[in-house]
């Protein structure tokens, strides 16, 4: 919360913080999970042992990429929830940051799939006068996020 914490101001207070959801390491998972059925394969085919231990490895080196892009995501990503406004802050070096102030929130939008209803995930957009926050994806707990919203 390096973000938030230096814009807060003197009277306000972190009311709810947000997170990205853990299935955006869905890729690493699928890729280590080919890795794996790929040095099985290599075990039963012994004729293709070698080209199924080079895939696989490749698998492996492409589920740590992916791994390591989906945590540096979420941690550039903050959501946060305070006394007087609703921060979003994406980015490292290029940054990008949307806040609307609490007077200013006419809606919050969640919507979640099947699959986002069973695993608790969804997409929020949050509307106000004139403009809304983007669509923030695959948030943890997205209607304890609009609940925090709202409450205030």
């Not at 853990?22 to 080919?34: E, N, R, V």
């Not at 080079?54 to 990429?65: D, E, G, H, K, M």
């Not at 007077?103 to 106000?128: A, F, M, N, P, W």
């Amino acid at each position: 919360m390096g973000y938030v914490k230096r814009v807060l101001r003197s009277d306000e207070v972190i009311v709810y913080r947000g997170k990205l959801h853990w299935t955006i390491y869905i890729y690493a998972m699928l890729f280590a999970a080919a890795g794996i059925g790929l040095l099985f394969l290599a075990q039963a085919f012994p004729r293709f042992e070698t080209a199924m231990i080079v895939s696989a490895v490749t698998a492996f080196i492409l589920a740590f990429l992916a791994a390591v892009k989906a945590w540096f995501d979420q941690w550039i990503t903050e959501i946060c929830v305070t006394s007087h406004r609703v921060i979003y802050k994406r980015g490292f070096i290029w940054r990008h940051t949307s806040e609307m102030n609490m007077q200013k929130v006419e809606s919050v939008t969640v919507r979640q799939s099947l699959l986002g209803r069973l695993l608790d995930y969804g997409t929020i957009h949050v509307r106000g006068t004139g403009e809304g926050i983007e669509h923030l994806h695959r948030i943890d707990s997205p209607v304890e996020l609009r609940n925090a919203i709202l409450v205030r």
